[in-house]
């Protein structure tokens, strides 16, 4: 079956704009996470969504949001874009509740904040 | 959740066993231990997981003491390919919130 799919892989913005990071969970999937990852700061989650709603939060400002559509499908948005927000942006699917669950990741969008 | 503590980085040759071994003192009742694997610009990617004893699948195994304070995790006869990051997790095991650490940055050498 086909995998995580992440759009765009890489993406070039201006300090101050705004962008939006698609993901695809693998079919049958409902919790989709996002995670952040810097050379300084590691991997760091940063929300997770199930049937449409937010269920987890990691520490990050107001500027990133998120949100799951109907068919399980996930964008994430970064409002007024800080150079510091330059980072390989992951996603994850999974199957929440299972015992022995594994997450699933995508590629990975290269975000740079130029 | 859980703390964990793993090597920075760790060295080894082809077709040797790498050990990688991960404290976790303050490991919960409910959690399990995991470890994924990462390759540069690409996500991570599931290898292993367990709660207690040992735990093996076609790709490593997965020790685990009685009192789960530490694992370690075992890779046969690595390969050049075997390069990666590899990260120890404690947590509940789903799958949809996971604390990562730094990791142990492993080389394999020809």
């Known amino acids: 079956k086909a995998g995580v799919t992440q759009t765009p892989r890489y993406l070039i913005k201006t300090r101050g704009q705004q962008v939006t990071l698609s993901c695809s969970p693998i079919?049958?999937?409902?919790?989709v996470s996002w995670y952040q990852q810097t050379p300084g700061q590691g991997l760091q989650f940063l929300f997770e969504?199930?049937?449409?709603?937010?269920?987890n939060k990691g520490n990050f400002p107001g500027r990133f949001s998120g949100r799951q559509f109907s068919n399980s499908r996930s964008e994430m948005n970064v409002s007024t874009l800080e150079l510091g927000d330059s980072a390989l942006y992951l996603c994850?699917?999974?199957?929440?509740?299972?015992?022995?669950?594994?997450?699933?990741f995508g590629q990975g969008t290269r975000l740079t904040v130029v | 959740l859980a703390k964990t503590t793993q090597p920075i980085s760790m060295d080894s040759y082809e077709g040797q066993e790498v050990n990688i071994t991960c404290s976790h003192n303050?490991?919960?009742?409910?959690?399990?231990i995991t470890w994924y694997q990462q390759f540069p610009s690409q996500g991570p990617r599931f290898i292993i997981q367990?709660?207690?004893t040992k735990v093996t699948n076609e790709v490593a195994s997965l020790f685990i003491p009685a009192d789960r304070k530490s694992s370690t995790l075992s890779l046969p006869r690595v390969s050049l390919s075997d390069t990666a990051v590899y990260y120890c997790?404690?947590?509940?095991?789903?799958?949809?919130?996971?604390?990562f650490g730094g990791g142990t940055r492993v080389l394999v050498k020809p």
């Open positions: 994850a699917s999974s199957h929440p509740g299972q015992p022995n669950t594994e997450a699933f």
């Open positions: 079919s049958g999937h409902r919790s």
């Open positions: 969504y199930f049937s449409e709603t937010q269920r």
């Open positions: 303050n490991i919960a009742t409910n959690d399990y």
């Open positions: 367990g709660y207690k």
């Open positions: 997790l404690v947590g509940e095991a789903a799958g949809n919130k996971l604390t």
